[in-house]
């Protein structure tokens, strides 16, 4: 049920592009996006409704395929500020409308 | 605004012993919910609240209670702990159901069970 998100790790340069899928093997209502950096509290990035629209704000975007019941989170030209864990949280359709999160994808940014 | 607010920041208990987490948020939320955190295995929920007087659990209730007497707090107790329940704990709560809107997070709690 939880979300598989990949790949588990990144290592970049910074102005590097990154992606970041999650996976799910349900019917999803939406897909959160969050990020964490260490000993901290998760920071919400956005919310994807089912509808495959596609969101972004300065150099993050995400995308959901309802068919497929994937998202994708995209970073482009990357800065060392975007290091951190990336989660994403699902909401099946079924789970009255908790959210399921995946384990995490670490994207380290070198200098 | 504060925010969601949790306290303490760290705590160490030994077996057997109980204690409470507390949990506050000025936004006026009606969602409240507990998780934990363990490495490699992402959040998970404790329990979550729809609002005042109303608690269910989530997918790792075991161990833990908790109450909703007003609409700003959340407390978790742990009945008698046991070093599985080391972890990192958050509150977090939105303004409706988890589907559609933000989570806002407090900045945890560091439980070690000795």
């Known amino acids: 049920q939880q979300p598989v998100q990949s790949p588990q790790a990144v290592i970049l340069r910074e102005g590097e592009d990154a992606v970041i899928n999650c996976s799910s093997s349900k019917a999803l209502y939406s897909v959160h996006w969050y990020r964490q950096k260490h000993g901290e509290a998760p920071i919400f990035l956005m919310i994807?409704?089912?509808g495959g629209e596609q969101k972004g704000h300065d150099k993050i975007s995400a995308s959901f395929n309802e068919k497929k019941q994937q998202s994708s989170l995209y970073l482009t030209a990357s800065q060392l500020s975007y290091s951190g864990t990336y989660f994403c949280g699902t909401v099946p359709m079924d789970s009255n409308y908790q959210l399921i999160w995946g384990a995490g994808t670490k994207l380290i940014i070198k200098p | 605004n504060a925010g969601v607010t949790q306290t303490p920041k760290f705590q160490v208990l030994k077996t057997g012993q109980s204690m409470t987490l507390q949990c506050a948020q000025d936004m006026n939320h009606e969602y409240m919910s507990w998780y934990r955190q363990d490495p490699g295995m992402g959040l998970r929920l404790i329990h979550y609240?729809?609002?005042?007087?109303?608690?269910d659990q989530g997918e790792v209730p075991n161990g833990y209670n908790v109450s909703r007497s007003t609409t700003e707090d959340f407390p978790l107790r742990l009945l008698s702990a046991a070093p599985s329940q080391t972890s990192v704990y958050f509150c977090a709560s939105s303004y409706s159901i988890g589907g559609g809107t933000e989570a806002f997070f407090g900045q945890g709690t560091r439980l070690t069970v000795v």
């Open positions: 609240s729809v609002g005042a007087g109303i608690t």
């Open positions: 994807l409704l089912k």
